[in-house]
């Protein structure tokens, strides 16, 4: 046998002596062998380091994988991946396997690669919606038992179980901190689309936190950006404008690495920062940044823990499971608001000069 191909069902067969049907029988347990060749069959298994097609086993017999499929925006970013450690930590004593791949945020590869998934009969498919996409495509799978779920927003076209932070509430309360610090002049730069379920939640927050507290919402005081050098350039231009804001509220980590960055850059060390979503480093900044911080484990575990259920026959309707969020303080928004903006909040004037 060549050394440069895997060895197949009919190198083993070959190597013991037996037909091909018979190791598939030791090998999927489905018949009558002896012992004896169930032995050979199994030492030649070993000997050629031959993996069964479970793929094509499954197919063939009408079965699912043993696999989930997930699929996120982006690859690169630390949230989906803590995201991906709790649905693993959850399914791996159910001999479940997961498999990511990475939509861009764009409804076509989405479409593609939950295809792919569902091409391989995945036993579970989690899916992150794209901005735009569609989802009534699989309802004839979900119908026909196909567990569902839906991750971090809630997807378009197909009523089934949907796992989110408390987006809203979350960025009530920062913005609310940062109100609590004398600060009414208060930024808020988003990432885009600008339809995006998160960014909407979040931006709903931030203005029922300023509604509560009777600060005027001021439209040109909300950015968006695609990355951090996008939101560099805005905090920037925020920076710029005759009436700054004091605080910036960053609509996700990487909205905040940008803030961040040109907070430095200008030498800005009096603008108070809230992010929503935790940082890598955050404690090692100066000052240490402030976050509204989700909780990305424990939304993987819950979106797991669903789809097992539904796995084992939970035919309820389907729900929405809002994981809470917490404020981290850590020194970046406690910063207080300049003398001025204090004594607005007071209602005070400035003093008068002396005589």
């Known amino acids: 046998m060549a ?21 598939s029988r030791v090998l999927n347990e489905d018949g009558p062998v002896s012992a004896r060749t169930r032995e050979h069959v199994l030492a030649a298994v070993a000997k050629l380091g031959f993996q069964p097609n479970l793929m094509a086993r499954n197919i063939r017999v009408g079965g699912p994988d043993t696999t989930i499929g997930l699929v996120v925006p982006d690859l690169a970013n630390p949230f ?14 159910r001999g479940l396997t997961l498999l990511m791949g990475s939509s861009a945020d ?19 498919l989690i899916v992150v919606p794209s901005v735009g996409a569609d989802h009534s495509d699989l309802k004839s799978h979900r119908t026909a038992g196909l567990p569902v779920v839906f991750l971090d927003r809630p997807g378009v076209g197909l009523s089934t179980d949907s796992v989110v932070s408390s987006n809203r509430a979350g960025a009530q309360e920062g913005v609310a901190h940062l ?3 004398g600060h009414r002049r208060i930024g808020f730069v988003g990432d885009l689309p600008v339809k995006l379920y998160t960014r909407r939640e979040r931006l709903a927050g931030y203005r029922a936190a300023l509604q509560e507290a009777d600060i005027p919402h001021d439209r040109s005081l909300v950015a ?14 925020l920076l710029e404008r005759p009436d700054p804001p004091t605080a910036l509220f960053a609509g996700n ?23 929503f979503d935790d940082v890598s480093l955050a404690e090692a900044l100066e000052p240490a940044l402030t976050v509204v911080a989700q909780d990305p484990e424990e939304i993987g575990r819950s979106a797991a823990a669903t789809a097992l259920a539904r796995l084992d026959g939970d035919r309820s309707r389907a729900r929405t499971i809002t994981v809470p969020t917490r404020l981290i303080v850590r020194g970046s928004g406690e910063q207080p608001a300049p003398r001025r903006a204090m004594l607005d909040v007071l209602g005070v004037g400035p003093p008068s000069a002396a005589p």
Do not use: C, W, Y
């Open 3 to 23: 050394a440069s191909r895997r060895p197949t069902l009919a190198d083993v067969a070959r190597e013991v002596g037996v037909s091909a049907k018979t190791v």
């Open 224 to 237: 968006s950006a695609h990355d951090q050098q996008g939101a560099e350039a805005v905090t920037a231009q």
């Open 253 to 275: 980590n990487i909205m905040a690495l940008g803030i961040v960055a040109e907070l430095a850059r200008s030498k800005r060390k009096n603008v108070a920062v809230v992010a």
């Open 179 to 181: 109100i609590a610090h």
């Open 80 to 93: 989906f991946g803590a995201v991906a450690r709790g649905i693993e930590d959850t399914v791996r004593d």
């Open 106 to 124: 764009d409804p076509e590869r989405e479409r593609a690669l939950t295809a792919q998934f569902l091409a391989r009969r995945v036993s579970i």
